[in-house]
């Protein structure tokens, strides 16, 4: 069973940036074919993919966050972070990291989320 939390501040002010950690227990990021994302969901919205991390060290951002966002990770703590610059209370949502399977291609582990408010 592959566990992922979510961890970070849950108010973030406007122009800051927000870091999130998500910690992955059961299961090792530099597995072979699997992809490590960020995706939010803003209130009253559907899911908008952020980015990913890969198993080796690949990363991509989806085209509306991509100026604003690193993805990174910490294989010694089995950990990949987001980092998004510039927040705006539109950046407000419950922010989620999964795991997405490359072969088949699938989402298949997620954690529960975590509310970021952005407001000063």
């Known amino acids: 069973q592959v566990l992922l939390q979510e961890s970070g501040p849950g108010l973030v002010k406007p122009s800051q940036t927000l870091s999130l950690t998500c910690t992955v227990s059961?299961?090792?990021?530099?597995?072979?074919?699997?992809?490590w994302n960020w995706i939010r969901r803003p209130p009253g919205k559907g899911l908008e993919w952020i980015g990913f991390i890969g198993y080796e060290g690949s990363s991509g951002y989806g085209p509306s966050l991509k100026s604003r966002t690193s993805i990174s990770r910490d294989t010694s703590k089995n950990q990949f972070s987001l980092q998004l610059r510039s927040v705006t209370p539109e950046d407000t949502a419950v922010y989620y990291c999964?795991?997405?399977?490359?072969?088949?291609?699938?989402?298949?582990?997620w954690g529960q989320g975590t509310q970021v408010t952005v407001s000063s």
């Open positions: 999964a795991r997405f399977q490359g072969s088949p291609n699938y989402y298949d582990y």
């Open positions: 059961g299961g090792s990021i530099t597995t072979r074919d699997y992809y």
